[in-house]
């Protein structure tokens, strides 16, 4: 049994009381931007990214010079990344895309934006959102661990299966807003190592959240 769509609304509501000024973290401001910015993301840290685009941007202010660019010149710049060869490959493949393809307008579809090298369905998503105001739900790391932690998906689900039991229970208005919502509640809250659990007000109903504190209080006795 998962969250029922009432108690899913109501726990969005009350991570919204605590976060009232979730958003985007990730310094960006056109939807080109928000895109490099996003798929230098994957398995790499808001703030590292942060600190690699004002120059990025500054070299590479559009699609064309990005295109243009040579990989090495574009690794140069991202190298304090992790997968930076990947990435400086995949932002230049997709720049020239968008140049030859689109106009150099990044595209607002899912399956255009999919398109893209470097572009899976998260980063899509996460660009639909931020970029466009379009109903998406990005599933990350975050996502993942606190929707299964608060029963709002089941802890088999796929990643897929996760974001489907959201956009199933949450309403599509509010699926971008919620969707930072959840995101800052596992970045500094329910975190994946030391969730603070004993003044969580979903520790009523959360298992994982009993069990740690269990688990914790049986260390302490050990020692
Ligand atoms: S009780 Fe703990 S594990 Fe459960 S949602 Fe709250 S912080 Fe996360």
């Given at each position: 049994m998962t969250l029922s769509k009432e108690k899913t609304r109501a726990v969005l509501e009350k991570i919204g009381e605590m976060y009232p000024d979730a958003q985007r973290e990730l310094s960006a401001r056109s939807p080109f931007q928000i895109l490099v910015a996003v798929i230098l993301s994957a398995q790499a840290t808001d703030v590292s990214v942060n600190k690699v685009t004002p120059e990025l941007f500054k070299r590479f202010p559009d699609p064309k010079a990005l295109a243009n660019a040579a990989i090495p010149e574009i690794e140069s710049v991202i190298?304090?990344?992790?997968?930076y060869h990947n990435k400086a490959k995949n932002l230049k493949a997709c720049a020239q895309k968008l140049v030859m393809e689109f106009g150099s307008v990044v595209p607002k579809t899912r399956e255009e934006l999919m398109s893209l090298p470097g572009v899976g369905r998260k980063t899509a998503n996460v660009v639909m959102g931020?970029?466009?105001?379009?109903p998406a739900i990005a599933v990350d790391t975050h996502l993942d661990r606190v929707t299964k932690r608060l029963g709002i998906a089941k802890e088999s689900d796929s990643v897929r299966q996760v974001e489907q039991a959201l956009m199933d229970k949450l309403p599509e208005k509010d699926w971008v807003k919620d969707h930072h919502r959840l995101i800052f509640f596992g970045r500094y809250f329910c975190t994946a190592r030391n969730p603070h659990c004993a003044e969580c007000p979903f520790l009523d109903f959360c298992l994982y959240g009993y069990k740690y504190l269990e688990e914790q209080s049986l260390k302490k006795k050990k020692k």
């Amino acid at each position: 049994m998962t969250l029922s769509k009432e108690k899913t609304r109501a726990v969005l509501e009350k991570i919204g009381e605590m976060y009232p000024d979730a958003q985007r973290e990730l310094s960006a401001r056109s939807p080109f931007q928000i895109l490099v910015a996003v798929i230098l993301s994957a398995q790499a840290t808001d703030v590292s990214v942060n600190k690699v685009t004002p120059e990025l941007f500054k070299r590479f202010p559009d699609p064309k010079a990005l295109a243009n660019a040579a990989i090495p010149e574009i690794e140069s710049v991202i190298r304090t990344i992790g997968l930076y060869h990947n990435k400086a490959k995949n932002l230049k493949a997709c720049a020239q895309k968008l140049v030859m393809e689109f106009g150099s307008v990044v595209p607002k579809t899912r399956e255009e934006l999919m398109s893209l090298p470097g572009v899976g369905r998260k980063t899509a998503n996460v660009v639909m959102g931020d970029a466009f105001g379009e109903p998406a739900i990005a599933v990350d790391t975050h996502l993942d661990r606190v929707t299964k932690r608060l029963g709002i998906a089941k802890e088999s689900d796929s990643v897929r299966q996760v974001e489907q039991a959201l956009m199933d229970k949450l309403p599509e208005k509010d699926w971008v807003k919620d969707h930072h919502r959840l995101i800052f509640f596992g970045r500094y809250f329910c975190t994946a190592r030391n969730p603070h659990c004993a003044e969580c007000p979903f520790l009523d109903f959360c298992l994982y959240g009993y069990k740690y504190l269990e688990e914790q209080s049986l260390k302490k006795k050990k020692k």
